[in-house]
């Protein structure tokens, strides 16, 4: 099997900083591109940011200049550093990945349970 796992949601305060992690772990062949996604109340799952296999990088817009995506492929390990947090970042954040298992030349999208941020004074 294949499981990723999140860590590092907590409350903070606005304007406080925070970093997510996300491991890979289980019988794993290749990873191409790893994501962060996010979901508040009565909202829709969004693309926070996403890092593909090559390095190259994309941010939503309300993230922009705050969050930065980053990897390190020899640890299977995605991680988000946020910055300059705001009540509107408030979501459960969930890591998202494409993965080749061992046991199968076809690759699928896996998802973590997710991780509480909260922004609040």
């Known amino acids: 099997q294949v499981q990723l796992v999140e860590s590092g949601g907590d409350l903070v305060q606005p304007g406080g900083s925070l970093r997510l992690s996300c491991v890979a772990s289980?019988?794993?062949?290749?990873?191409?591109?790893m994501a962060w996604y996010r979901q508040a109340p009565g909202k829709q799952r969004e693309l926070v940011a996403d890092?593909?296999?090559?390095?190259?990088?994309n941010y939503a817009d309300s993230v922009k200049g705050r969050f930065t995506i980053s990897r390190d492929n020899a640890k299977n390990t995605v991680y988000l550093q946020m910055n300059n947090l705001k009540p509107e970042d408030t979501a459960v954040y969930y890591c998202?990945?494409?993965?080749?298992?061992?046991?199968?030349?076809?690759?699928?999208?896996?998802w973590g349970q997710g991780t509480q941020v909260t922004v609040s004074s």
């Open positions: 289980g019988s794993i062949s290749s990873i191409a591109a």
């Open positions: 890092n593909t296999g090559s390095g190259s990088t």
């Open positions: 998202n990945a494409r993965i080749r298992p061992t046991y199968s030349s076809r690759w699928r999208d896996y």
